[in-house]
C-alpha cells in the first residue's frame, strides 16, 4: 500500500493530483487550509483511504506536529511513502519596494520555509522505514527565470530548487535515503493564473501574456497536470531522475 502526504490539497493541482492517487491501494494524507467535501464524497464512493488534515503552513513552529499527524496513518508495512509539497502563493505582486513585510513573511513561509520544514521532518521521522521514500517538491520556471512583480515567489521557489539539490546530495550518501525531485510543472489554469490576471500593470507587466495565455488555450488543466505528475511519481525510473525537472519536457 503506498501512501502520499499532499499539501494545498483542496483545490488546483493538488486537489487534482489527490484525485488522480486516489485508490484501494493507496493512503492519501490530504492537508490544507480547509477540507475538500468533493475528496472525501469520492474517496466513500471509490473505497480510497483518505484523512483530511486541516491546517495553515504559515504557523511553522507547528510542523512538526502536521508530519507526526501524517505519518499516524502510514500502515505498518507501507509499500513506498511519499510526500508532495505542492501548496503555494503567487502574493505579493508588485515591485519589491510595495511588498508589505507581512506579504513578504507568508510567501516564504508557504513557498519555501514549511516544505523544507516537512521535508526535514519526513526524513528524520521515516528514517527507520526501509521502503521505498520520495519527495517531490512543485516548483516553478519563476524559480528558474527572474519576473518582475514576483520577486518573492521568485525567491521562494529558487530556494526551494537549490534546497532540493542540496538535500539530493546529503541522501545520496543514505543507505535507505530520499529520492527528492523539484517539479516545475508549466501554467496551469488554477486560482493563482485567476490572480496573476487580475493584477495591474504597473505591479506585473507581463500581465497581458499571461491574459492571451488564457484567451488563446495556452494553459495546461490541472487535471491534465495531474495526471502527468502522476505518472513520473509511480514510474520506475523515477528513481534515476534528475533533482531538477520541468513537467514539460518529461
Known amino acids: 500500500m503506498d501512501v502520499f502526504f499532499i499539501t494545498g490539497a483542496s483545490r488546483g493541482i493538488g486537489l487534482a493530483l489527490s484525485k488522480e492517487l486516489m485508490g484501494k491501494n493507496n493512503v492519501l494524507v490530504c492537508m490544507a487550509r480547509s477540507k475538500n467535501e468533493e475528496l472525501e464524497e469520492l474517496a466513500k464512493h471509490h473505497g ?9 503552513l504559515t504557523e511553522t513552529s507547528r510542523l512538526e506536529e502536521l508530519m ?10 507501507p509499500g513506498s ?4 509539497n505542492n501548496a503555494g502563493v503567487i502574493e505579493p505582486i508588485g515591485h519589491t519596494e510595495d511588498n508589505s513585510p507581512a ?7 508557504v513557498n519555501l520555509t ?5 521535508t526535514s521532518a519526513f526524513i528524520r521521522k521515516l528514517k527507520d522505514k526501509h521502503v521505498p521514500k520520495r519527495v517531490v517538491n512543485i516548483s516553478s520556471g519563476a524559480g ?33 535515503g530520499v529520492k527528492i525531485v523539484s517539479v516545475a510543472p508549466g501554467i496551469i489554469d488554477t486560482d493563482m493564473q485567476k490572480e496573476i490576471r487580475k493584477s495591474d500593470k504597473q505591479e506585473f507587466e507581463l500581465v497581458d501574456q499571461f491574459i492571451e495565455y488564457k484567451k488563446k488555450g495556452l494553459l495546461s488543466s490541472p487535471e491534465e497536470t495531474a495526471g502527468r505528475l502522476a505518472r513520473l511519481i509511480q514510474s520506475d525510473k523515477f528513481f534515476e531522475m534528475d533533482v531538477l525537472l520541468d513537467l514539460r519536457n518529461i
Not at 499527524?69 to 508495512?77: A, G, L
Not at 511513502?81 to 508532495?84: D, N
Not at 506579504?103 to 513561509?109: L, N, V
Open 114 to 118: 514549511a516544505p523544507m520544514i516537512l
Open 68 to 77: 507526526d499527524s501524517m505519518i499516524s496513518y502510514v500502515p505498518e508495512f
Open 144 to 176: 528558474r527565470h527572474a519576473y518582475t512583480g514576483w520577486s518573492s515567489y521568485c525567491a521562494g521557489k529558487a530556494g526551494l530548487d537549490h534546497y532540493s539539490n542540496a538535500v539530493a546530495l546529503e541522501q545520496k550518501k543514505e543507505l535507505f
Open 81 to 84: 511513502i511519499t510526500l508532495i
Open 103 to 109: 506579504a513578504i513573511e507568508k510567501s516564504i513561509a
Open 48 to 56: 480510497g483511504k483518505l484523512a483530511f488534515l486541516e491546517f495553515d
